[in-house]
DNA sequence: ACCCAGGGTCATA
DNA sequence: TATGACCATGGG
């Protein structure tokens, strides 16, 4: 923009603009409640189910990881010393479980080495996200959903239902790549008191996955979404 | 009989 | 860097 060429009327004259990211979550927030993310009993679980989770059902994951629990190998150390086959037996209702059994031999290796969750829990933040990174099987939304879920750091989850949800209200394209759509989230939510971050972004990749499952699913049941009117997908939906 | 699910890696162009 | 193939079970 030229010197002197001062925007004057920054608002569009349009009513529909798509709704900021607070107000999506404050719509969210009523329509489902309180989510008590992420469905584990420790630190570990939730590490070994970001890794069981990727592209699969939670229910899925959650005989996996019951089906661990039963052999006490909910444990770093008790995973490491099972054969591939155990392994990939005990978490065979997860899918992908030769694929999957190598990655969380990789992550606990990793895990061990750097000195386990007291030690980790010392790193900061960027530096936690590189290692994690590069563990092999952990891409960028196994990282996040262990900062944010066991490492309580502030990072805001992008996931599938994530970057369809958004595209379709028109805040960004549909084929955005994960980082930055990322940013996208976390630039739109500074506004966010620091000590705040956390917890709102814990309570909000738990509510569009909620919202992912019953509302805005492949097929959109617009009907029954609190956003419709102020989504492009939802206002040419068929009035009824 | 499909389609989908809380991704990531690897080979190829 | 950008697609495509591949991994696999269980529910709707």
Redesign the pocket.
């Known amino acids: 923009m030229k010197g002197g060429d001062v925007p004057v009327d920054v608002q569009p004259l349009v009513d529909n603009m798509p709704p900021g990211l607070h107000d999506v979550f404050a719509v969210l927030k009523t329509a489902f409640g309180p989510q008590h993310?992420?469905?584990a009993d420790s630190a570990f679980e939730?590490m070994i189910?970001?890794?069981l989770?990727?592209?699969?059902?939670?229910?899925?994951?959650e005989?996996a990881v019951t089906g661990l629990r039963a052999h006490g190998c909910l444990d770093p150390t008790r995973i490491l010393s099972l054969e591939h086959d155990a392994l990939?037996e005990m978490i065979?209702?997860?899918?992908?479980?030769?694929?999957?059994?190598r990655?969380l031999v990789s992550f606990c290796q990793w895990y061990l080495e750097q000195g386990g969750y007291s030690e980790l829990s010392t790193w900061l933040d960027e530096r936690l996200r590189e290692a994690l990174?590069g563990?092999?099987?952990?891409?960028?939304?196994?990282?996040?959903?262990i900062l944010l879920?066991a490492f309580e750091r502030p990072v805001f989850v992008v996931?599938?239902?994530t970057r369809?949800f958004f595209s379709r209200l028109g805040l960004v394209t549909g084929?955005i790549?994960?980082e930055p759509l990322r940013r996208f989230a976390e630039t739109s939510l500074a506004f966010v008191p620091a000590d705040e971050r956390v917890g709102l972004y814990n309570e909000f990749?738990?509510l569009i996955?909620a919202q992912?499952?019953s509302i805005c699913?492949?097929?959109p049941r617009c009907g029954a979404c609190g956003l419709s009117q102020r989504c492009p997908v939802g206002r040419s939906e068929p009035a009824r």
């Open positions: 993310w992420w469905p939730v189910g970001a890794i989770t990727q592209n699969t059902s939670w229910s899925n994951v005989r990939a065979r209702p997860a899918g992908y479980f030769n694929v999957k059994a990655r990174l563990v092999h099987g952990v891409g960028p939304e196994t990282a996040d959903d879920y996931d599938a239902y369809r084929n790549p994960y990749h738990a996955v992912g499952k699913r492949p097929k």
